[in-house]
């Protein structure tokens, strides 16, 4: 059974760093692509981040380009989202994601995974 456990969240200041990590069981790491995606109070979830087990292609939102940078190591099982620069606006719940199957135009849509963690929640104060 897959599992997905994020961690790396807290509170940090308007500027500040955080890493984030997603740990998966259960799994082929290799077979799968991974996603972030996050949800503040009020809004719907949305796409943040993934990586393609095909291709390593890294596409972004452009709330988040040249700030957050996403990884993954095959030998631990993890996937990891260095988050710089933060703004306030950058609250939310944030989620792992995976998928064996999404392909490259998908890579941006929820839908797309079938697998997801409970969440890490990040909070940036002004």
């Known amino acids: 059974q897959v599992q997905l456990v994020e961690s790396g969240g807290g509170l940090v200041q308007a500027g500040g760093s955080l890493r984030l990590s997603c740990a998966a069981s259960g799994v082929t790491f290799t077979r799968y692509s991974m996603a972030w995606f996050r949800q503040a109070p009020g809004k719907e979830r949305e796409f943040v981040a993934a990586?393609?087990?095909?291709?390593?292609?890294?596409p972004y939102a452009d709330s988040v380009k040249g700030r957050f940078t996403i990884s993954k190591d095959n030998r631990k099982n993890i996937v990891i989202l260095q988050m710089n620069s933060l703004k306030p606006e950058d609250t939310a719940l944030y989620y792992c994601a995976a998928s064996e199957t999404v392909i490259m135009s998908q890579l941006r849509s929820r839908s797309a995974y079938q697998h997801w963690g409970p969440g890490t929640q990040v909070t940036v104060s002004s």
């Open positions: 990586i393609s087990q095909r291709t390593g292609s890294t």
